[in-house]
């Protein structure tokens, strides 16, 4: 599957955004999805998940009541909306997938920028 993410952009601190990731393939809902950002000088660290029905979400517990991944199956697409957007959300933001039962994201999209001024 090849991944493609956008929407990212500069917003001001409060405001918000939502990250879009296309999906190539037909079997686009056996993947797990998730999103993943690096900010500059820091390691890659996970945002939120979904499975590949999206039945069930994981989020990072800095962006918990904030960011909601959701997913649309017949569309191939993923998304990412992101409220109350804070300085520290600045990041590349990637969207990654991998199939239930190997474990690990193997594919990874090629990540948009998110720059949120305070």
């Known amino acids: 599957v090849q991944l493609q993410a956008s929407g990212g952009g500069l917003v001001q601190a409060g405001g918000s955004l939502r990250l879009s990731c296309a999906a190539s393939g037909r079997t686009f809902s056996r993947y797990f999805m998730g999103w993943f950002r690096q900010a500059p000088g820091k390691e890659r660290e996970f945002v939120a998940s979904i499975t590949s029905s999206g039945g069930s979400t994981n989020y990072a517990d800095s962006v918990k009541g904030r960011f909601t991944i959701s997913r649309d199956n017949a569309k191939n697409m993923v998304y990412l909306q992101m409220n109350s957007l804070k300085a520290e959300d600045t990041a590349v933001y990637y969207c990654?997938?991998?199939?239930?039962?190997?474990?690990?994201?193997?594919?990874w999209g090629q990540g948009t920028q998110v720059t949120v001024s305070s």
């Open positions: 990654a997938a991998g199939i239930p039962g190997q474990g690990n994201y193997a594919y």
